[in-house]
């Protein structure tokens, strides 16, 4: 009984933490990054380290959904200006994705009381979606608010390592890509999943990661991308991830992905699939209105930004940029 005890100690533990998981079971066949969380065990979910300001926007997220339709929603939303009401929806919903990435998206994709799905008369992704829609037609800092209220994280990062997998109906080219890095600033995020090397050759192995003196000693995490086959790496070649032919987003061929390169990068979760007790969940770079790609790579302490997404020029001081977002968002905060 005393062994079972400490072993049911031990998972309980171990559960109550992030950690990068192999395929989930309940998609085997998925060759990406994927990270597990607890499934929230009530919608909405407080705790008593919840931030007030966090709190009350899942409750009313929760109050909102249960009371209101959509039609109703996007007519008050519509009558809105850039004013009072709409500022302090993007600080509670700025405050909220901060706190805790994984309690944000699997309250998206939660109808509430799992034993009633229709306890709902509006999903909550709708919700957010027509929010984010208002905010991207009503401030005058579109391309800059939409991102720092999107993203999940914002990070200043250090590359350490790539791989690169094929799926089984891949063909020759790989199409999937992960990412290793260290996180040298948190710009957004409080709660960043650590590391575990994936195995390029079997995609079932997951190891601790390890340097040269043992265990890492800088804070670690990981992402995936893939650009349906527009790039690709022989196996023994540089880790340089080489982009072939025209995108649809501009991509420096020799800034993308360099080890020790380093970049501002914007990250999402999305949801992959659950099973039993646990979500899993994918991570990777944030759906966005930029002309570039989300990941700016920064040389010798200049972020190139070739588009001027940013409007400040398109090579700009690393610490000119992150001052700017966190500018803004003390702005959003003190709304």
Request: hydrophobic fraction near 35%.
């Amino acid at each position: 009984m005393k062994k079972f005890s400490v072993a049911f100690l031990l998972m309980v533990v171990c559960f109550s933490y992030l950690s990068y998981s192999q395929q989930p079971p309940c998609m085997p066949d998925f060759y990406g990054l994927t990270v597990e969380s607890a499934k929230l065990p009530n919608i909405p979910y407080l705790t008593t380290d919840t931030p007030y300001e966090v709190m009350l926007s899942y409750i009313i997220l929760d109050s909102v959904c249960k009371s209101a339709s959509f039609k109703d929603v996007k007519e008050f939303l519509n009558g809105l200006d850039y004013g009072d009401t709409l500022k302090k929806i993007m600080n509670y919903l700025y405050r909220t994705v901060d706190f805790d990435a994984f309690r944000y998206l699997y309250t998206q994709y939660s109808r509430g009381n799992t034993n009633n799905p229709s306890i709902y008369y509006m999903h909550p992704r709708d919700l957010i979606n027509e929010i984010l829609y208002t905010v991207s037609k009503k401030t005058p800092n579109y391309f800059l608010d939409l991102m720092l209220l999107r993203a999940d994280f914002i990070l200043h990062i250090k590359i350490k390592d790539t791989i690169v997998r094929k799926t089984p109906s891949s063909g020759i080219y790989p199409d999937l890509s992960i990412v290793t890095y260290e996180i040298l600033d948190t710009i957004k995020g409080k709660r960043i999943p650590t590391c575990k090397d994936i195995s390029i050759y079997k995609p079932t192995e997951y190891k601790s990661l390890k340097s040269d003196n043992g265990p890492n000693t800088y804070p670690c995490s990981q992402f995936d991308f893939r650009f349906n086959k527009d790039y690709f790496r022989k196996e023994g070649a540089s880790d340089v991830i080489d982009i072939e032919g025209s995108n649809q987003i501009n991509f420096s061929k020799w800034d993308f992905v360099k080890i020790d390169g380093e970049y501002l990068v914007f990250l999402n979760l999305h949801p992959l699939c659950s099973k039993d007790s646990i979500n899993y969940s994918g991570l990777t770079l944030t759906i966005s209105p930029l002309k570039n790609c989300p990941m700016f790579p920064v040389v010798n302490g200049i972020l190139k930004d070739e588009a001027n997404d940013f409007g400040l020029g398109e090579k700009v001081n690393i610490n000119i940029i992150k001052n700017y977002l966190r500018s803004r968002i003390n702005e959003i905060l003190n709304y």
